[in-house]
């Protein structure tokens, strides 16, 4: 059976995200869901981290705000995100006491990350001669481009990124108002549908 495009562009991406990041922690190899806290929304992503799939269980009045329901999506995608992390790190072989209990206690609120302060670089002495820039290499990839996908209707924009496949949405607020569950869905997946169209790496 011949790989459709998706799959093609998806087995790209984590080729990439491999080279960049290490292979440990992109380990997963199927798809993955998260939920909000109510399970009201579902997303699913693939193992590089990108929606390919929308659920939603409900749409009440609050959810036809556009800034709750955004809420709602990124908060279903960090944990879809979280997921996809765990049956990596899974995948990997079983952790040491230590390590399980940092991340316990991470969780729990007792440990904090912190983030260290990149040294001050030393004053550099000016330069008389013109240098040339390093060329790119061709396996280097733009983690950092946004790629964006609309709705068939154009309600719905989304952008994606290499390393963040919920990196922007913009909803229509007067068609959230009145549109159905189903509407609202399909919409979503089109536009996460037409992003990845143009996204593959």
Do not use: C
């Not at 959810?63 to 995100?81: C, T």
């Not at 040294?119 to 061709?138: G, N």
């Not at 994606?160 to 549109?179: C, F, H, P, Q, S």
């Amino acid at each position: 059976m011949t790989p459709s495009s998706a799959d093609l562009g998806a087995a790209s991406r984590l080729a990439a995200l491999r080279r960049l990041y290490g292979e440990e922690h992109y380990q997963a190899t199927e798809p993955v869901w998260g939920f909000d806290d109510g399970d009201a929304v579902g997303v699913q992503i693939d193992p590089t981290g990108w929606v390919v799939d929308v659920r939603l269980a409900r749409l009440d009045e609050t959810m036809r705000e556009v800034d709750v329901l955004r809420r709602l999506l990124r908060q279903a995608y960090a944990h879809a995100e979280l997921v996809r992390l765990a049956s990596s790190g899974e995948r990997r072989g079983p952790i040491n006491e230590v390590d399980a209990q940092r991340g316990l206690d991470l969780l729990r609120g007792r440990r904090r990350i912190a983030v260290r302060r990149p040294e001050r670089p030393p004053h550099l002495a000016r330069q008389d001669f013109v240098s040339t820039p390093p060329q790119r290499s061709l396996e280097t990839v733009d983690r950092f481009r946004v790629h964006r996908g609309v709705s068939r209707e154009g309600e719905i924009t989304v952008g994606v990124r290499l390393t963040n496949g919920l990196a922007e949405i913009e909803i229509d607020a007067a068609w959230l108002r009145v549109t159905s569950v189903e509407n609202l869905r399909y919409a979503l997946k089109e536009a996460f549908a037409a992003a990845y169209q143009q996204g593959d790496v």
